[in-house]
């Protein structure tokens, strides 16, 4: 039996990348999964068809996690069509791929940061709460970035800051949603072989930056998308407000 | 994952009782056969491999104490020789004893020493050379929440034994990531074992209502978390320190 069997996870973001890695682990493990998207339908259709391999539910919801209307219409979608929502993982995310100076950006590359990256976890983590309370259990992870840790050689303030305050939101919540068998955790990646990641790496850039990673190569995304089963299953109970960073010796 | 492990070979320090005990019923159950390591618990060490061998998987028990070399190569030598390899390492043989320092005798302080940190570094040393040669290999070191967090009871050779364990997976991540090893220590927080029985009920009580689950950890949950990480699927994550604390030390 799968470490998730009977759960249902909503993942943000699942039509690519360690969304979409999430969805399909998740679903090998026995979950239904709600695979968000923003415009990638194809993508999320592709990801649907892999739950559905494992004998999942599957439901597609287009909700950009950036607007707190489309968060609270996907949650109450999917109350409506399936009763609850077990897990949540936040993983929607955005990066600027154009590099900037922090000195001469626009606000707007800031508040596109904060907003798609850290106000959109918490305005999902709000909407999910109460039924997870309701039935006294639940499970949350958020995405964050190994630069969180080691920060940015390049002045990406955006970025970091925004998943610098990631990792406040689980050490925010932990405390108050553990009586009600909720857990909440922190995953940080290191340098992961996604779209995102090649687009805002470049080909030129990535070689310098798998040299400074112990084991050589970047991680996957099923790599990142195990923990995130792991830490979503009843065998991580007792694992509340940590950060489990995932980068092949990265940053320790 | 229920195979997560299958075809793996564990050797578990410690595993007569406690978290050790837990580990090796776990890991039998997704998948792995297991060394048995004991130093004084031969009863619980034989319940164990009994347990495993109930779920189909082989077990052997080795007493060895881990804290002397010979011991630590004889054992090493011992599950070579019925197992061929050994793939995963838990070091997890470790003791308290509850001296604060102006109570402490130097002998205390190196039994200590030698027992919680001296023996994680020999049984690493014994086990690389057969990781390295098939490039793949997972040793899980515990350490402990004091080790980050020093101990309520001024407990001085435990904590600063545990937080050497940290030091010890630092300084050997990068050289083993090469070879497809990764090593990783976990930080538990007070967990229902003898251990535990030993600390006055006062400040267990005190752990306790510090701690958001509220209550103690099981034997099991560490285990499960020390069976993710000596898996294909940790395959990514090595360095770290984990810990699992039920919200009580964030």
Known sequence: MGELEGKIALITGSSRGIGASCARVMAREGADVVVNYRQNKDAAEEVAADVRSYGRRVRIVQADVSERAQIQAMVQQVLDAWGRIDVLVNNAGHHSTQPYMFETMGWDLWDQAIETNLTSQLACIKAVVPGMKQQRWGRIVNMSSVTSQRGSGSGDVCYVASKSGVNGLARGLFSLLAPFGITINTVSPGTTDTDLTRAVLTPERIPQYVARIPIGRMGTPDEVAEVVSFLCSDRAAYITGQLIAVNGGEYV | ?250
């Open chain 2, 1 to 250: 994952m229920d195979n997560e492990l299958q075809g793996r070979i564990a050797l578990i320090t410690g595993a007569g009782r406690g978290i050790g005990a837990a580990c090796a019923k776990v890991m039998a159950k997704r998948g792995a056969d297991v060394i048995i390591n004991y130093c004084h618990s031969e009863q619980g060490a034989e319940d164990v491999a009994k347990h495993v061998r109930s779920l189909g998987r082989r077990a052997l028990v080795v007493q060895a104490d881990v804290s002397k070399p010979e011991q630590v190569q004889a054992m090493v030598s011992q599950a070579l020789a019925e197992f061929v390899r050994i793939d995963i390492l838990v070091n997890n043989a470790g003791r308290h004893n509850h001296i604060p320092i102006d109570e402490m005798s130097i002998e205390q302080w190196y039994d200590i020493i030698d027992t919680n940190l001296t023996s994680q570094m020999l049984c690493i040393k014994a086990v690389i050379p057969g990781m390295k040669q098939q490039e793949w290999g997972r040793i899980v070191n515990l350490a402990a929440m004091a080790a980050l967090k020093g101990s309520g009871s001024g407990d001085v050779s435990y904590s600063a034994s545990k937080a050497g364990v940290l030091g010890l997976t630092r300084a050997l991540f990068r050289p083993l990531a090469a070879h497809g090893i990764t090593i990783n220590a976990l930080a538990p927080s007070p967990i229902d074992t003898d251990m535990v029985s030993g600390i006055a009920p006062e400040r267990l009580q005190g752990y306790i209502s510090n701690t958001p689950v509220g209550r103690i950890g099981r034997v099991d949950e560490v285990a499960e978390l020390v069976s993710f990480l000596s898996s294909d699927r940790a395959s990514y994550i090595t360095g770290q320190v984990i810990s699992i604390n039920g919200g009580s030390a964030v």
